[in-house]
């Protein structure tokens, strides 16, 4: 196992299985991104997309589809073992051996959060039947622990479209449409996830300084993401080819490039966002609604107030006064507390 390091991050050349055991201690990475290999019998990943596979790197170790089943439970389990609990992995697959990683994930501890699908354009070109042009990508984490959801780390959940939708809503549907990356004239791996893509994961699920891992390095992507976001990041790379080719590449990439790249969400400065109600809060909501409702304030405008007031969102204050059984729709005689049938 050789191993190099780039301002701080250290990187392994050498099976991710052997290498993880050897060298990651357990529960100390807070996310994993990475992309098998595909065990698909055969070199035809260039049929994936039209390129010029002249500038596409040598030396992928591809794994046989006979032993793809216990190939994926060996290195799920350790990257099981190596996340923090709370900590969470996105696995993008193809459908060809979809079957084998979800087998193999339903015989961990990890729990589903998401199955997204990746839509991309210009998929595999075909004349007898459907257009293939969409990944998986399984979203799952570590029970025991905290896990990282940066709700508005792209949108302010109060931010509207022109059509008075919400973008933060529509970026997190479990569909993505995010175009591949092309690169002509560059060297490349067989199949590099695009920058897009990898920068949505880091940013809803870790922050600056966090770890993040990759089992299969490949062309780098995940790695380059990571340190221009101000991640540290480690990884696997099998092949002795691609990884002396990368490793260079990646000594060149500047810690925090993409920041003045992100945009800047419009928060709206709810100081209380995602935190716990107290009971003092929610005795405050259920007397202040009531007697906004009481003075003749609509819902509407009540729930409003309420959110400057409490420095919470609407979805939250509308979900809390039904859980303290507050009814605020249609009646006459303002709100009411359910009754409960209980003792009667």
């Avoid at 595999?124 to 990508?137: L, N, P």
């Avoid at 107030?305 to 979805?315: S, Y």
């Amino acid at each position: 196992m050789r191993l190099e390091e780039v301002n701080g991050n250290i990187f392994y050349n050498g099976d991710c299985i052997v290498g993880a055991r050897a060298y990651i201690p357990d529960d100390s990475v807070d996310l994993i991104v990475t992309d098998p290999p595909y065990g698909i019998n055969g070199d035809r990943l260039h049929h994936h997309y039209n390129r010029d596979e002249a500038f596409v790197v040598g030396g992928y170790v591809e794994v046989p589809a006979s032993d793809y089943g216990e190939f994926s439970r060996r290195w799920i389990r350790e990257a099981e073992r190596i996340l923090r609990p709370g900590g969470s992995i996105y696995i993008v697959s193809g459908y060809t051996n979809l079957y084998h990683i979800l087998a193999a994930l339903r015989e961990t501890g990890l729990r589903e959060v998401n199955h997204i699908i990746w839509r991309y354009n210009f998929g595999v070109y075909t004349s007898r039947k459907y257009v293939s042009s969409h990944y998986h990508i399984l979203f799952y984490e570590k029970p025991g622990g905290e896990r990282t959801f940066n709700l508005e780390s792209r949108y302010g959940a109060g931010e509207k479209t022109p059509d008075n939708g919400s973008p933060n809503y529509r970026d997190r549907e479990d569909v993505w449409l995010i175009n591949r990356e092309y690169k002509p004239g560059q060297a490349k791996n067989k199949n590099e996830l695009p920058t897009e893509l990898l920068t949505k994961m880091m940013q809803y699920s870790s922050n600056e300084g966090d770890l993040v891992c990759d089992m299969f390095l490949g062309g780098f992507s995940t790695a380059r993401v990571a340190i221009g976001l101000n991640r540290r990041t480690t990884g696997f790379e099998i092949s002795g080819q691609v990884f002396d080719l990368k490793i260079e590449e990646l000594r060149d990439t500047r810690e925090g490039y993409l920041l003045p790249s992100l945009r800047t969400p419009q928060t709206g400065g709810r100081a209380n966002q995602g935190r716990p109600w107290t009971d003092g809060e929610r005795e405050t909501l259920v007397r202040r609604f009531t007697g906004l409702i009481e003075s003749g304030e609509t819902k509407k405008r009540a729930v409003e107030i309420l959110g400057r007031e409490l420095g919470r969102g609407r979805w939250s204050i509308e979900k809390m006064l039904e859980k303290q059984g507050v009814r605020t729709g249609g009646r006459r005689g303002g709100p009411r507390r359910e009754e409960s049938s209980k003792g009667v």
